[in-house]
């Protein structure tokens, strides 16, 4: 089985950096995902992790360590467009492709 | 827009009823995954189908089906509904469904169900 832990809410102020972390415990991990969701929207892709390491976009940079089931979402130069739920999601070998997603995390940017 | 299509939007119903959703995936996906999202459970999968055929079952219950068609839509249909089935019902797709690389989910806009 699955557990995944994140922070349910986080602050943060316009052009700051924020790091929302996500930690796992799986038996056959096979890749991690970021999705992004504004409320009542469907989630959207941000990012995948597959290999240790860190995975950088524009302004959203992921982190994975497999060894210590530890994933980070780096969001810099916050906006507020950027307030909205992170969700963690992990994808394991014995339950084919579907994802495993955290409960997310609220993340509200202020000016 | 990511492609996939929902409908309804909204659908309201009462204890006991039956209702039927929807989902046609983006242009050249075979995967189509359902998803429930409740305030208190978060997204929760239900169950994916490949080229029309089942691939892998979550936390569905029984009086939950799902079928993928020959051109590839699909549609979940849930019965003697309750009060708890209240729930917004994601449907994403994927092109391959197979455990090699990202193969990215794309979530549809959600169907939110309202039981009353």
């Known amino acids: 089985g699955q557990n995944i832990d994140q922070p349910t809410e986080m602050t943060a102020t316009e052009g700051a950096i924020v790091q929302i972390n996500c930690t796992y415990q799986?038996?056959?991990?096979?890749?991690l995902f970021w999705y992004q969701q504004h409320a009542g929207e469907a989630p959207t892709f941000l990012s995948y992790?597959?290999?240790?390491g860190l995975e950088e976009k524009g302004r959203f940079s992921s982190f994975l360590s497999r060894s210590k089931g530890y994933s980070y979402l780096l969001l810099k130069e916050l906006q507020m467009k950027d307030s909205a739920s992170y969700l963690c999601a992990v994808r394991e070998i014995q339950a084919g492709t579907a994802l495993i997603f955290g409960k997310g995390t609220t993340l509200s940017v202020s000016s | 827009d990511s492609g996939v299509t929902q409908t309804p939007k909204h659908l309201i119903t009462a204890t006991g009823q039956r209702v039927t959703l929807r989902c046609s995936p983006r242009?050249?996906?075979?995967?189509v995954y359902w998803y429930q999202q409740s305030l208190d459970q978060g997204l929760q999968f239900l169950i994916h189908?490949?080229?029309?055929?089942?691939?892998a079952k979550g936390n569905i219950l029984e009086r939950f089906s799902a079928q993928q068609f020959p051109d590839l839509h699909s549609e979940l249909n849930l019965s003697s509904l309750e009060l708890g089935d209240s729930a917004l019902y994601f449907c994403?797709?994927?092109?391959?469904?197979?455990?090699?690389?990202?193969?990215?989910?794309?979530f549809g806009p959600g169907t939110r169900l309202t039981v009353l």
């Open positions: 994403a797709s994927s092109v391959e469904g197979s455990k090699g690389g990202p193969d990215t989910q794309y």
């Open positions: 992790n597959v290999l240790d």
């Open positions: 189908y490949y080229n029309g055929e089942e691939r």
């Open positions: 242009s050249g996906d075979l995967s």
């Open positions: 799986t038996s056959g991990f096979n890749g």
